[in-house]
Each structure stands twice: as structure tokens, then as C-alpha cells.
């Protein structure tokens, strides 16, 4: 069974520009939750979509959104990008129960220069 | 406010022996607890959860311990082993804010052969 993918693994942009950033998750999972890794720190919760609506958002600018497409795959937008942008971003999905956890993609490394 | 805290950033034990991860948290509105690993380049990995009405759960050498009076918990591996080598994170997790896991800052695990 494939796991949760993420793409691209690496992306590298330019302050005041906008990055798109791409999750597919598991099969059967319709929930998809973003988080936002810097470096040396804890995971911080960005977004939850379950069945293509978002449900729940973290303390982040109205300039981080995205959506879930009917096939339950997501899509992160950050626009006006920051050098504080730079981080590891990591999509998760689950069944929506708390204590199964979530199962996380390998991120995607975006650098904003 | 930072809910959740690991104020260890690092561990180094032997092989064999236990070793013990410990986390605080200052909500006392989590309803879940949860240990992730986290491997280098690679996504956090679920490990093991535990109830806020439960003070232990058991899962082969993991064992995850609530301490609900000290909002304390820790997750005991025995015995170590070296591929435990690892950054572990401590989450938590609300009903009243679902889709949302607040994460420590996480340890790292050094298990020496």
C-alpha cells in the first residue's frame, strides 16, 4: 500500500513569490492535515481538510490556504512568500480518530531566498 | 504558551537498557497523547498513543505512562535498541479543537551499541 506522497521534495523560491506544495494520501484516508517543521523545532499545525472541506486551521496569515480535491488529495498555497517561510512542510492522513494517529509523507523542504 | 514540552533535546543510553522520554503539557483539555519517531529525511512515524482517562498503555518495548495530577507523561523503551536511535515527539490532542495535535519540540535518542 503506498503511502502518503508528497511533492515536489525540494523547493527553492523567492521572496514575495508563491509556492505550491502537493499531497496524495492514503487510500481510505480522507482526512489531511498540514504542518509546518522549522528548523530545530516541533511540528506546528497549519490545516485540516476532511471530505474537501476545511475544517480546523492553525495560527498562521490568511496567506497559507489550500484545499482538498474530490479525490481527497491536497494542496498547500503560500503566497507573498517570507524568508520565515523556510521550513519543512509535512502532510498527514488519517482515519479520523484521534487515537490511531496520523501517518506522515517525507515533507517537502521549501526554502524562500 | 508553549502546550506541550520536551525540555530534553537529547538522550544517549546503552544498548539494552531503558530508555525514558519524558513530556509536559499545561492543557489539561488533551484528550489524547501520542509518541511519534522521526527519522532523518523521512516523515514522523506513529508509535504509540494513550487515552487521558488511562495512566498506561502497552505496545511490545513501548510503554507510554499518564500522569494526569502532574500533566506528565513518558514513554519507556525496553530494552533499547540501536536502529531506536531517533528524534521522538510528544503530541496531544483536543476533542473541543479537533484535526489539531499540538507536538514538543521533540528528544533526541542515541542508543549506543
Known amino acids: 500500500e503506498a503511502g502518503v506522497t508528497q511533492s515536489p521534495t525540494h523547493l527553492i523560491k523567492t521572496r514575495g513569490q508563491q509556492a505550491t506544495l502537493r499531497c496524495s494520501p492514503i487510500s481510505g484516508h480522507t482526512s489531511v492535515y498540514w504542518y509546518q517543521q522549522a528548523l530545530g523545532l516541533g511540528l506546528q499545525f497549519l490545516l485540516w481538510y476532511d471530505e474537501g472541506e476545511e475544517r480546523n486551521r492553525g495560527n498562521f496569515p490568511p496567506r497559507f490556504s489550500g484545499r482538498q480535491f474530490p479525490n481527497y488529495s491536497s494542496e498547500l498555497n503560500v503566497n507573498a512568500l517570507e524568508l520565515e517561510d523556510s521550513a519543512l512542510y509535512l502532510c498527514?492522513?488519517?482515519?479520523?480518530?484521534?487515537?490511531?494517529?496520523?501517518?506522515f509523507g517525507s515533507g517537502t523542504r521549501l526554502t524562500v531566498v | 504558551d508553549q502546550q506541550v514540552k520536551q525540555n530534553s533535546p537529547s538522550l544517549s543510553v546503552q544498548e539494552g537498557r531503558i530508555s525514558i522520554l519524558n513530556c509536559d503539557y499545561t492543557?489539561?483539555?488533551?484528550?489524547?497523547f501520542l509518541w511519534y519517531k522521526k527519522y532523518p529525511a523521512e516523515g514522523p512515524t506513529f508509535l504509540i498513543s494513550i487515552s487521558s482517562i488511562k495512566d498506561k498503555n502497552e505496545d511490545g518495548r513501548f510503554t507510554v505512562f499518564l500522569n494526569k495530577s502532574a500533566k506528565h507523561l513518558s514513554l519507556h523503551i525496553v530494552p533499547s535498541q540501536p536502529g531506536d536511535s531517533a528524534v521522538y515527539f510528544c503530541a496531544a490532542s483536543s476533542r473541543t479543537n479537533a484535526g489539531k495535535s499540538t507536538f514538543g519540540d521533540g528528544t533526541t535518542l542515541t542508543v549506543k551499541p
Open positions: 492543557n489539561s483539555m488533551f484528550d489524547y
Open positions: 498527514a492522513s488519517s482515519l479520523v480518530r484521534e487515537e490511531y494517529g496520523y501517518t
